[in-house]
């Protein structure tokens, strides 16, 4: 909802219910809206609805009327107990019975505000990435073979994402902490990319006259190594921190495990070739003269 707007509201459940139940009696009491439901934790009694059911409007009137419809609506599904009422179910001090433990609500121009801010970041951290390959190795082809690996990671993870929405036991709404997520991603990824390049400039000025394919290649080999053992150990870490740590943080470890994972290989078969095929030609020749 950062990005379209729209209500979230996390209910505790008192036994194991089916987002699928959730989700089809919700569909009939917000009509003309989206609504979700997804299992929060692997309890399967948490679960965050999500709808846009009259988003545009403002008042405690309507918060109050979606929240009693919310109520009825589950209460009807013998989802709830049959005591409760509905004050005891909007108290996010009340547990017991089922209950809304927390809320969000965010509005139209606060989430196009948010979306041109999270896509402007992105592009501007792209765009200085660009920049700075560019100063350090003073070549146009490695900060081309950097962006085209960074926008391929980048699309690989909201790919991976949108592939796994809806049966992962945990949150992967694309919200402000993917944006933070993809950001650390890439900012992991042109690490290794960097010392790609910069062992293919070392090799450039030791071997001039070496085949350019066959000086990418051992540029990438002997590096090899040191790239895979950094992503294996970054990966081990987020590995403990997605399997023992909270459902808050569940989904940026996912995010970033992604990163990794694509990160690496972008290194190794998207970056360097990249780099090679757009001027390596022109690289070969400019180190001869030197």
Known sequence: IDFTGGRNFVVLFENEVQPETVRGLLANAFPESNTSAIALGTEGKTIRISTNYRIEEDGIEVDSEIESKLFETLKAGNLLASDLTLENFINRDERAGGSIISSQKVGPSVAEDITYGAIISVILALI???????????????????????????????????????????????????????????????????????????????????????????????????????????????????????????????????????????????????????????????????
Request: charged fraction near 15%; include cysteine; proline fraction near 2%.
């Open 128 to 290: 200085a990435i660009f920049v700075y390959i560019f100063i350090r190795f003073r070549n146009l082809s490695f900060s081309i073979g950097a962006i085209t690996a960074l926008t391929i990671d980048t699309l690989l993870i909201l790919g991976m994402y949108s592939m796994c929405w809806g049966w992962m036991p945990f949150s992967l709404e694309i919200d402000q902490t993917f944006i933070g997520a993809v950001l650390t991603a890439i900012g992991y990824s042109i690490n290794d990319k960097v010392v790609v390049f910069d062992r293919i400039r070392e090799f450039l000025q030791l071997y001039p006259k070496r085949d350019k394919q066959e000086l990418f290649n051992s540029s990438l080999n002997s590096t090899l190594n040191r790239t895979i053992n950094t992503s294996v150990s970054t990966f081990i870490v987020l590995a403990v921190i997605f399997c023992l740590g909270g459902a808050s943080i569940r989904s940026f470890a996912f995010a970033m495990i992604l990163g990794v994972v694509f990160g690496t290989l972008s290194s190794i078969f998207v970056a360097a070739p990249t780099a090679f095929l757009t001027r390596g030609k022109s690289i070969t020749e400019e180190a001869e003269q030197k």
